[in-house]
């Protein structure tokens, strides 16, 4: 095969070989034999050449490739399986690319040149991105006829890659000179002319279109600046070749402003300045910022040496680096900064490690510091201060500074060491109270024993006396001497009355407070039957509540109901029968209106409410009062403890009691017990 042809031979090897060893008998090519001279031409063209080439075939564009393009394009599979088959089955990734431009040489039979084509190739297994400088030139015979197309590519990827890589720098760079409005500017030294980008004319004021020159820049430059600066700035960049200066300007508009221009110079082989490249970015709203930022702080110094407190500032590592008037005269020192110690210098011994612990822990967190601690003041004495420190920080959350102020708390801490002495003082006092008043509970429950055993004995031997000297039926008596003894006997019936009720009294305080539950209804009913005979005698109607248990000391609730009945059945309007009514309901504590109620209990609200003779309400609280009766002993009997007694049970069950009336109408006792 191709034995005739020259350049094949010498070119054999790799494909060429691959194509002498293939059998092409089954090919719709036909036999090698009978290829055409120009096909035979061509492959002889495309074998030897060092650079990739194809060769597309006939009607059914036959491909063929050298090992170049074998190699460069990633060409996979046995040359045997791919070598004469169609550009879909040698390029599977390639073809679609390639086969508009082939189709159109096809028709137009007219050379194609392709310079950074896009092709995308197997390599390695992935499907990457390649650039070639391609040409599709046309094959005929020796007729001229057409008959294929032979491919001559240059694999351009690698310039095109840098070259992209630079057009994205150069755009990214153009675009943060944009984002951050900052002009570049280039003045050939030898010349004078100068480029410049476009934010440079708007920042003088001029239209973005507008061509300025250096001597028209400059001319914008505040005369004090354009000398005293910018032109010194310029002889010390001819021994440096850094170019930098903030200056002055006046925009064409007039307006003032500032700039800051920053480049650097370039020398030729002689040594001589050739050019500047330089940019430039308008810094008014920086320098305004800056002169705000210095007279707030020119500001903050007169008014904090003003003031009487010392005030202070720290870096955010917690060194001073300000302090006021106030504080300097205080502690008559010259400096109080990191490198003289600072205020560990006049910190209190005794204080300056747990000082040091804080603030560290302020500083790590940028929590508020505070703490309180003794300051020595210029004579050498301490006086206690509360030191505050509160961190300023940025929007980031960084601490920028601190601000610290030191509140002189002498006199506080005076007063209040004054204050605990007499605390302790009067601690003493009520403990020694408190010891005497025990020693009055012990005489207190001597005479409860006394008033209950040796008080009574002379009385009832009064009252056996009395029942004597009033003899059988035939005890003749003066009719003022029974009148005395009646006299004598009612008195001491009374006093047995008044020492009992006082036990009573006495007991509701000394009495162990043991709660069980009751059925309030069992109990009402239990004191209406020890009353029956007087319920009787007066005609008395009584209505009860259903049951209701509650927990109560039984003796004591029992004492209340007996109390508060006994008191309805006797304050009664002389000809109309008492009507006595009880209530039992559960209440919750926020719909009672009184200052005792609490919200978030449950209450048992009792009421007991008569026909009987009432009372004024401007007698509502006192009537609970020990001793107080509001009626005639002689129409009323009774020794003024009862209601006390009710009040003093009510509040041993952690509740309270009220009272309503309309004279000649009746009364209501309400009572609320916390349910447990």
Known sequence: MFSNNKNLLASKGGVATAMEEMDWSSSTMGSVDHWPVSLRSALGIMLSSKFPMLLFWGKDIHCFYN???????????????????????????????MLPIVNEVLKNTEASWHQEQWLPIQLHGKTVD?????????????????????????????????????????????????????????????THEMIHSENLAHIFGYPKTAKLSNAMMMSHLHAEDLSNIAEKA????????????????????????????????????DDEPVKIIGTLIDITLEQNRREILMKSESKFRLLADSMPQLIWTADPAGDL???????????????????????????????????????????????????????????????????????????????????????????????????????????AELENNNINLIKINIELQSFVYISSHDLQEPLRKIQIFISRLYGGADAKLPENTTLYLDKINESAIRMRALIQDLLAYSRTNLADNIFVKNDLRAMAEKVIDDYSELIQESGATIEVFDSYELKVITFQFWQLLNNLLGNALKFTKPGVPPHI????????????????????????????????????????????????????????????????????????????????????????????????
């Open 67 to 97: 090992d170049a393009c074998y190699q460069g394009m990633g060409i996979t599979g046995n040359h045997t399986d791919l070598l004469g088959k169609t550009g879909a089955v040698v390029l599977p990734k390639t073809w679609n690319v």
């Open 130 to 190: 390649s650039y070639w400088t391609s040409s599709y030139s046309p094959v005929h015979n020796e007729l001229g006829v057409f008959e294929g197309i032979i491919v001559t590519l240059n694999d351009v990827t690698e310039k095109v890659e840098v070259r992209k890589k630079m057009e994205e720098a150069e755009e990214r760079s153009r675009l943060a000179t944009e984002i951050a409005e900052i002009a570049t500017w280039d003045l050939d030294l030898q």
């Open 234 to 269: 310029f002889e010390v960049a001819m021994t440096t070749g850094i170019y930098k200066f903030e200056s002055r300007i006046i925009k064409k508009s007039g307006e003032s402003g500032w700039i800051r221009s920053h480049g650097k110079i370039f020398f030729n082989a």
């Open 321 to 427: 680096n300000y302090y006021n008037r106030s504080l300097a005269e205080y502690t008559g020192a010259s400096t109080l900064t990191k490198n003289t110690g600072g205020w560990p210098t006049i910190l209190h011994r005794t204080e300056i490690k747990e000082y040091k612990n804080q603030w560290r822990r302020a500083i790590m967190s940028g929590a508020d510091f505070q703490i309180e601690h003794r300051l020595r003041k210029n004579d050498g004495t301490y006086r206690w201060h509360v030191t505050r420190a509160i961190a300023q920080k940025d929007s980031d959350g960084t601490i920028q500074m601190w601000v610290g102020t030191s509140t002189d708390i002498q006199q506080q801490k005076d007063f209040t060491g004054k204050l605990e002495q007499q605390v302790k003082e009067r601690t």
């Open 581 to 676: 009514v009880f209530k039992a309901v559960r209440i919750n504590g926020s719909g009672i209106d009184h200052p005792d109620a609490d919200p978030a209990l449950t209450y048992c609200h009792i009421s007991i409410a008569d026909n009987g003779i009432g009372f004024d309400m401007e007698y509502k609280d006192k009537i609970f009062e020990v001793f107080r009766r509001l009626h005639n002993n002689e129409v009323y009997t009774g020794t003024g403890i009862g209601l006390a007694i009710v009040k003093k049970i009510v509040q041993n069950h952690g509740g309270f009691i009220t009272a309503s009336s309309v004279l000649n109408q009746g009364t209501t006792f309400d009572i609320y017990i916390p349910e447990m």
